[in-house]
């Protein structure tokens, strides 16, 4: 993130700029975001977030009155969240059309995911940018490196820059650390449990490599992930793969689209060649929404989840 003084690049609309509202103290303000430098003269007014973990954040941080459109909702909303969700138009249940975002009229657009700016679907940032609206995406897709908690606090801190809420952002980091930090000491000195994330598949099975977020979950909360050595955030691997390693717990990542976590336990359980690994054996799945694997703010509520599946004697 790149602080800078100067004349900003980023357009002035929505109810700030009607309103002729004070500009809060650190703007013009540039954000380096994934290789696109912008720079917003004030903080955006009107907001686009597409996928369900950017919304959060933003509510989380008690931006509700910036957004005027949500899109493809992965999982339940925190239910101190809820509420306010709930008042944010869905424009779609997946990612909506490029005419659809522009029909809201945002100024800035935030992705989850990649698939946010698919170019391919006519979403690009370039084409948001040639049509005056400036795009964010989360920074676990940058694609850069390994994602760590580090991200998801740094993502938190940006994004209260960005709309000038930078004391609601440490607040927010420092509840989010409280929570890691307690849950993780619960399990301190714990022996590791081998874990396998089982996103979905059934030729082969797709999960979390060790790039991804969820990997540093595990770590966090007394776990290791057997597929560390997958140098990707998500990929496929053989099911012969997952018996050699004996997983002693299966987490199964719970989202919309890919068959409920009924389905999946049944599936796992139902395979003659996984019957003799632990995990199957003993019936030990631990079950996560997908959205808490993310960078946003359910990652640190995730830990704690974790930490109690592996390791229930810890918290009796």
């Given amino acids: 993130m790149l602080l800078t003084a100067g004349c900003g690049s980023s357009h002035e609309s929505g109810e700030d700029a009607k309103a002729g509202a004070a500009v809060p103290a650190g703007f013009p ?25 950017p919304a959060e954040l933003m509510l989380a941080l008690g931006l509700k009155d910036r957004l005027v459109g949500t899109a493809f909702p992965d999982s339940a909303v925190l239910p101190e969240l809820r509420k306010d969700y709930e008042s944010v138009p869905e424009l779609a249940e997946r990612e909506p059309s490029f005419e659809t975002v522009l029909d809201a009229e945002p100024d800035l657009v935030y992705g989850g995911y990649g ?26 897709y940058c694609g850069e490196k390994r ?51 089982y996103d979905s598949g059934d030729k082969s099975a797709f999960t979390a490599g060790g790039k991804s977020l969820g990997t540093e979950l595990l770590r966090l909360a007394g776990g290791d992930n057997v597929f560390t050595d997958l140098d990707d955030v998500f990929g496929d691997v053989s099911w012969e793969q997952v018996v050699e390693r004996k997983p002693e717990v299966i987490a199964i990542y719970d989202y919309a689209g890919a068959g409920s976590v009924e389905e999946k336990k049944k599936y796992l359980l139902a395979q003659p060649a996984l019957a003799d690994v632990p995990a199957v054996r003993n019936r030990r799945f631990v079950v996560l929404p997908l959205t808490a694997t993310l960078v946003g703010i359910r990652s640190a509520y995730a830990v704690e989840d974790l930490a109690r599946g592996l390791h229930p004697e810890s918290f009796r």
Avoid: W
Wanted: proline share 5%.
């Fill in 29 to 53: 303000v540039t954000i380096d975001n994934c290789g696109v430098k912008t720079t917003y003269d004030r903080p955006p007014s009107r907001v686009v977030t597409i996928h369900q973990h």
């Fill in 115 to 140: 698939s946010a700016f698919d170019e391919k679907e006519g979403r690009s940032r370039k084409a948001f940018a040639d049509a005056g609206i400036d795009t964010y995406l989360n920074r676990e």
């Fill in 147 to 197: 994602v760590t908690m580090k991200d998801t606090y740094d993502e938190i801190r940006t994004i209260g820059t960005l709309f000038g809420v930078p004391d609601r952002a440490d607040k927010l980091v420092a509840d989010l650390e409280g929570r890691v930090g307690k849950a993780a000491g619960k399990v301190e000195g714990e022996p590791e449990v081998p874990v396998f994330v």
